[in-house]
């Protein structure tokens, strides 16, 4: 059974930073894909960033290229999200991901975490 658990989540003011944190205490292997995707009110899940455990390869979307970090610490099987410069726009349930394929959502989801950014 594979759980994710996040953390970091909550309130913040425009252009302000948060971290997001996804632990993944289970057995890793080197094809896994950690990644993040959030989901706006009213809007369907897109995807927001992710990464390797076996390499140093990141992926993200372009409305947050620039402003967040997606890292991992394989030790601590721990994936972080770093949200800079954040505004309005990037209210949404935030939702830690394991499957394969960057950018293509695996089977296993957290239970999401409201970020809320306020003007």
């Known amino acids: 059974q594979v759980q994710l658990t996040e953390s970091g989540g909550g309130l913040v003011q425009a252009g302000g930073s948060l971290t997001l944190s996804c632990v993944h205490p289970g057995r890793t292997l080197s094809s896994d894909v950690m990644g993040w995707y959030r989901q706006a009110p009213g809007k369907g899940r897109e995807f927001v960033a992710a990464?390797?455990?076996?390499?140093?390869?990141?992926y993200y979307a372009d409305s947050v290229k620039g402003r967040f970090t997606i890292s991992r610490d394989r030790a601590e099987k721990t994936v972080y999200l770093q949200m800079n410069n954040l505004n309005t726009e990037d209210t949404a349930v935030y939702y830690c991901?394991?499957?394969?394929?960057?950018?293509?959502?695996?089977?296993?989801w957290g239970r999401g975490m409201q970020v809320t950014v306020s003007s």
């Open positions: 990464c390797r455990w076996s390499d140093t390869r990141t």
């Open positions: 991901n394991l499957g394969t394929t960057p950018r293509d959502p695996g089977r296993y």
